[in-house]
């Protein structure tokens, strides 16, 4: 069983940054791919970022291209993994809870489906506002 617990939400105005953790326990051995889902109030869950367990490739959707960065933590040494979503230039837009989430395996140009992961978080809020 995997468990993954965000953090590093909260409230910025327009042009700040956040940067959103995502800690994976539960199965230290293997590298999962983990993706990156918003959901804002009346809107479907959209998958933002993703990183491959297998290769390390970066998957973006076009409206947070050159302002959010996937990045992972690939310490052998703990029993926690962690993935990071450095988010610069916030827009209002992005205002959503935002959501980690872990496939067992690579998922290819079917990452940002939230039916090709496994293992959910609980969400975090983010909120951009002037």
């Known amino acids: 069983q995997v468990q993954l617990v965000e953090s590093g939400g909260g409230a910025v105005q327009p042009g700040g940054s956040l940067r959103l953790s995502c800690e994976v326990s539960?199965?230290?051995?293997?590298?999962?791919?983990i993706g990156w889902f918003r959901q804002a109030p009346g809107k479907e869950r959209e998958g933002v970022s993703c990183?491959?367990?297998?290769?390390?490739?970066?998957?973006?959707?076009?409206s947070v291209k050159g302002r959010f960065t996937i990045s992972r933590d690939d310490s052998r040494d703990n029993a926690k993994r962690t993935v990071y979503l450095q988010m610069n230039s916030l827009k209002p837009e992005d205002t959503a809870v935002y959501y980690c989430?872990?496939?067992?395996?690579?998922?290819?140009?079917?990452?940002?489906?939230?039916?090709?992961?496994?293992?959910w978080g609980q969400g975090t809020q983010v909120t951009v506002s002037s």
């Open positions: 989430a872990a496939s067992a395996v690579p998922r290819g140009t079917a990452w940002n489906s939230f039916l090709s992961y496994d293992y």
């Open positions: 990183i491959s367990g297998s290769n390390g490739k970066q998957y973006y959707i076009e």
């Open positions: 539960g199965d230290s051995r293997h590298f999962y791919t």
